[in-house]
């Protein structure tokens, strides 16, 4: 079992920015395809980002490319997120999420763990 516990999250004004983080523990493995998740009230889980193995790969939601970079520090067994010109649209439940599939993974039933997740409220 993987334990994945996500932090960083927070009140901030339109414009703002955020850094997420999210440790994992257990059964780590550094070849995980991590992935960031969110769920604002009343809407579907979307995907936002993710991040090979090794860091050289990533892929974002149309919706925060330009604005959010994803990375990771193996030795730590952490992945950030890191989130620029934020707007009240990214106000939602943030989840860090780990995938034993190998490559950049975007679909949510393919993330085998979750972690219970960081709120983030971005107020205009």
């Known amino acids: 079992q993987v334990q994945l516990v996500e932090s960083g999250g927070g009140l901030v004004q339109a414009g703002g920015s955020l850094r997420l983080s999210c440790v994992a523990s257990?059964?780590?493995?550094?070849?995980?395809?991590m992935g960031w998740f969110r769920q604002a009230p009343g809407k579907e889980r979307e995907f936002v980002a993710a991040?090979?193995?090794?860091?050289?790969?990533?892929y974002y939601a149309d919706s925060v490319k330009g604005r959010f970079t994803i990375s990771r520090d193996n030795a730590k067994n952490t992945v950030y997120l890191e989130m620029n010109s934020l707007a009240p649209e990214d106000t939602a439940v943030y989840y860090c999420?780990?995938?034993?599939?190998?490559?950049?993974?975007?679909?949510?039933?393919?993330?085998?763990?979750w972690g219970q997740g960081t709120q983030v409220t971005v107020s205009s």
């Open positions: 257990g059964r780590t493995s550094s070849t995980y395809t």
């Open positions: 991040i090979g193995w090794s860091g050289g790969s990533t």
């Open positions: 999420a780990a995938s034993k599939v190998i490559g950049i993974v975007r679909s949510m039933p393919l993330y085998d763990y």
